[in-house]
């Protein structure tokens, strides 16, 4: 028998009103697929007192195309997102999608699940006998960040793929709650904040993601110790499109810091390319600030995610029509 | 701390109904293990990591070590028990059985659920597409290559 979970009381909703009503209660907390709240329940990182399962909410599974782009549900999986053929045309984020954990977890991950999962750190993610030896942590019943024992905030890592994905493809997000329902750019959904690292306010769940008409082409790559159920030491996402000064891109970073980063890059590829991608490299250098939040380097991270940004940005240029 | 709850389920394992009681924080593995006796699903990690725990819930694999059984009501539910036929050993557990695809056994059950569940949507699968939706269950023995032939020989003997 696996170790008990605290008890809590499982509500299944079959509406976003019911769904509403069920997240009022204090101590409520959503669930979709489950495969990070499960996890996080099992090694006793967080107490609820009523589990709101939103998988029976068929409007929040929907995925609707048309000529302003496409609003994907947050209750779609990732298993039928990565077969629908209109997201084709936004390659990062399929590609970001079929990176995220395994086959198996993806049959039931959701799009919701995936923006909102937990930010990591490997003094967190560990079972309570582990934690509680070690003085827990300040994100949850202690009083230091092991990673940085001078700081004040939780600095544990947004590990989310398929953030960065969108962002580059400018998503918007949208959320309801008790105050109504809002809409924000994906990157400002998110603070530089690994115990606090989303905007949502009690009550408030994502209901879906609108994504632009496609335009950019785009690629997502991810360093990771395994090919497969790996989460990203760091990921980046790149788009590159043509505009009347030279190509333009946008990059978006993941594993690196408490949020998904939106790294600036100002100036359009110029005349002299491999002055531009270094430039670029090294932008991403200093713009991301890895921590000792996994088992392998910092430094290693940042080096490998800037090198690896580089890589695509090269290599979508030079597909570029 | 929540208070807990208890709730009646109704679902099919293995074909056979079944209704009981279950608290709402009770995991699916611990259901089949514990109070249905069908140890041969395993739990390999303490939460989503291994894939030992995969069982099929309505005929997709499903990590059973962090899905709840209140959250199973009214789902068909297979497991590694179910796949033996009035005593004859499906075509997976043949092939894994054939084909040295286990050797301590302790992933198998898992790797055969996982293996049935692209089989069935996809009796061809080409060695990319097996290694993929093999791609969450960890085996420590093998080095996965007789498990991979034993599913591609499976996959043959379903097509003859
Ligand atoms: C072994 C393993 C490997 C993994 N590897 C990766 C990886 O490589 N990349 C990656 O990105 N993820 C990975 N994950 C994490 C997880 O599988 C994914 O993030 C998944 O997409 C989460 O979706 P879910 O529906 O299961 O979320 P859930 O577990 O249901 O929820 C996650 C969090 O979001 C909240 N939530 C869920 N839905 C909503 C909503 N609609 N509105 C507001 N809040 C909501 C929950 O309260 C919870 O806090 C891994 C998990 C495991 C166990
Ligand atoms: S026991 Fe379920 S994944 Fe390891
Ligand atoms: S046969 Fe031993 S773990 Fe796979």
Redesign the pocket.
């Known amino acids: 028998m696996s170790e008990a979970m605290a008890p809590f009381r499982l509500i299944r909703p079959a509406s976003l009103d019911e769904a509403m009503a069920a997240l009022a209660v204090e101590g409520a ?11 996080r329940l099992r090694k006793g990182l967080l107490e609820p007192a009523a589990l709101v399962d ?1 998988t029976g909410i068929a409007a ?1 599974r929907d995925v609707v195309c048309d000529e302003s782009g496409m609003w994907v549900g ?2 779609a999986t ?1 298993a039928t997102l990565a077969r629908n053929p209109d997201l084709a045309a936004y390659p990062a984020v399929i590609q970001a999608i079929d ?4 086959p198996t ?1 993806r049959e ?3 799009l ?3 923006l ?3 930010p990591r750190c490997v003094y967190l993610n560990q079972s309570h006998w582990w934690r509680k030896s070690n003085q827990f942590c300040l994100k949850y019943r202690g009083d230091t960040c092991h990673v940085a024992p001078k700081g004040n905030r939780c600095r544990a890592a947004f ?4 953030a960065p994905a969108l962002m580059v493809h400018r998503a918007q997000i949208e959320l309801a709650g008790p105050a109504g329902a809002r809409q924000m750019p994906l990157a400002e959904f998110y603070n530089e904040d690994g115990a606090a690292h989303t905007a ?1 306010q009690p009550g408030e ?2 209901v879906a993601v609108h994504l632009p008409p496609p335009g950019p082409v785009s690629e997502y790559g991810k360093v990771r110790v395994r090919g497969s ?4 030491l760091a990921g980046v996402a790149v788009a590159c499109e043509p505009t009347p000064d030279g190509l333009r891109f946008t990059l978006a970073v993941t594993g690196t810091n408490s949020k998904p980063l939106l790294v600036d890059i100002p100036d359009p590829l110029g005349e002299d390319a491999d002055a531009f991608f270094a430039a670029l490299v090294k932008t991403v250098q200093k713009a991301v600030s890895p921590q000792r939040t996994t088992t392998i380097a910092p430094h290693y991270r940042r080096l490998s995610v800037a090198a690896l940004a580089g890589r695509i940005a090269r290599r979508l240029a030079a597909d570029a029509p | 701390m929540g208070q807990g709850m208890k709730r009646v389920v109704s679902l099919k394992i293995n074909g056979r109904e079944v209704e009981e009681v279950v608290p709402d924080n009770l995991l699916l593995v611990d259901f089949l293990r514990d109070r249905q006796g069908l140890t041969g699903t395993k739990t390999g990690c303490d ?3 291994c894939g030992a725990c995969t069982v099929l819930v309505n005929g997709r694999a499903r990590l059973s070590c ?1 899905t709840l059984a209140a959250s199973c009501d009214g789902s068909d539910i297979e497991t590694i028990e179910g796949q033996a036929a009035r005593g004859r050993l499906s075509a997976l557990q043949r092939a894994f059985h054939q084909h040295l695809g286990a050797q301590c056994g302790f992933c198998t059950p898992g790797m055969i659920m996982a293996s049935e569940a692209l089989l069935r949507q996809n009796p061809s699968p080409d060695e990319a597409a097996i290694r993929t939706a093999l791609g969450g269950n960890l085996c420590r023995c093998t080095g996965y290559v007789k498990i991979i032939k034993s599913v591609q020989a499976a996959a043959a003997e379903a097509r003859s």
């Open positions: 907390q959503p669930c979709s697929g489950g495969t990070d709240l499960l996890v939103l929040l947050a209750g990732l990176s995220v954990a395994g977890h039931v991950a959701t919701g699940g995936n909102c999962q937990d590990s989310g793929d398929v949502l769940i994502v159920v790996d989460y990203p | 939460g989503g990591e962090i």
